[in-house]
């Protein structure tokens, strides 16, 4: 497959539906010098947390190189790009607002306006200030008054300049995999923590949002959640059961606080009886209307029921998977959009990420993705069913505009539809940059 099609009249060619490519500051910025010290700069330094031993001082090096990179992006067509801010690049430990760093942002902003993409800015995309951390991170509520300072501070100085603001990208990344699990920064195992972590991060995002409402009311104002459809591996009781279990605890733990100002039942009953974190005020502050909500959908699990955890996945997937081990599962996104179409009362949707780690080589100056082009067709048309079945969603980016830091991959995951030599920092873009570029362009006219 080497292009991308969409029919004839779908509304995924509707002039007002937004077309672009996500990105991370840390997995993408470098410029390491240029900033204050980050969780995942700590993290990166533990013997064997990173599968090739890397780290992000360098990354894309997009802090030297971002004019290429937003004239690369420019000539893709897009409409919008989704590009996070590093708070310790823009503020240091006392509070204060770092010159250098907010100019930098400042800049790429300008530029941004100027070449007419609108900028969707996502606040915090994981990379904790590491003076935070030392005082507790996500376990200490205090860190979500520090959020609300920071938004408060960088939303003045950005004044108009943003189309969109997102608080929070993947809480629950931020919460499960980096306070409960640990295998992301900053590395903390403890089965309690990432229900607390959790619910600080939600409280911020609460907290981010009035802020948001109050500085720049006149933006599309909202958060990034993660969502992974549970299947039940049978129809038996026990698997249908496993799956809800697995939905409520991992999924609708984020959606339903955000959406309808509780917790599920299965969530609640993880906060410590003795002294739950969740203060007077605090839903009410989580479940503040939304002008959007991002969804990040990449594959589905199915689970069967398992007598200690009471769901488990299986590792057995019945279909052909990325470079991640996820399975390719257009399907899914259809399912949970219109499972949450059907749940919640909800606010217009932006598929915020949506993409595919494959094996990527660069042969005669050429990467031919040929599955990657097949992924995100195959996930436009899925999207495109969703909509035509009433579900609102305005806009669709790929993750991700470049190869970049996979977290604790590493830099062995290419997620772009730009290849990245890590070598020479040059940039080639693959076959499914061309497609999605060639798509964009036929929208266009
Ligand atoms: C996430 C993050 C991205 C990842 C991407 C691929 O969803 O985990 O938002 O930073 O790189 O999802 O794993």
Known sequence: MTDIQIPA?????????????????????????????????????????????????????????????????????????RFSISWPR?????????????????????????????????????????????KGGWLNRDTAYRFQDYVHKITQVFGKRVYSYVTFN??????????????????IVGSENGKLAGHHLLLAHGLGLQVLKQNSPDTLNGIVLNITPAYPASDAEQD???????????????????????????VLAQFPADQSPIKDGDLALIAQQNDFIGINYYSREIYQHDPVSGFAAIS?????????????????????????????????????????????????????????????????LALEAAIKQGVDVQGYFAWSLLDNFEWAEGYKKRFGIVHVNYETQQRTLKLSGKAYRDMLMSRKC
């Open 316 to 380: 057995d997937k019945p279909n052909p998977l990325t470079d991640m081990g996820w399975e390719i599962y257009p399907q899914g996104l259809t399912d949970v959009l219109l499972q949450l179409h059907h749940r919640y009362s909800l606010p217009p949707l932006m598929i915020t990420e949506n993409g595919a780690a494959m094996v990527d080589e660069v042969q005669q100056g050429e990467v031919n993705d040929v599955e990657r082009v097949r992924y995100i067709q195959q996930h436009l």
């Open 240 to 266: 249908v059961k496993a799956a809800m279990l697995a939905d409520e605890s991992l999924n609708q733990w984020f959606f339903q606080p955000v959406l309808q100002g509780k917790y599920p039942e299965s």
């Open 170 to 187: 993947e809480p629950f990344c931020s919460a499960y995999l980096g306070y409960e699990i640990g295998i992301h920064a900053p590395g």
């Open 90 to 134: 823009v503020m240091d430990a006392a509070g204060n607002l770092r010159q250098e760093g907010v100019d930098f942002y400042l800049n790429l902003l300008d530029e941004l306006n100027t070449l007419g993409i609108k900028p969707f800015v996502t606040l915090y995309h994981w990379d904790l200030p590491q003076h935070l951390e030392d």
């Open 9 to 81: 009249h779908s509304p995924l060619l509707h002039p007002d539906f937004c077309f672009g490519t996500a990105t991370a500051s840390f997995q993408i910025e470098g410029g390491v010098a240029h900033r204050e010290e980050c969780i995942w700069d700590r993290f990166c330094q533990r013997e064997g947390a990173i599968a090739d031993g890397s780290n992000g001082d360098l990354a894309c090096d997009h802090f030297h190189r971002w004019r290429e990179d937003l004239a690369l992006l420019q000539s893709l067509g897009v409409d919008a790009y």
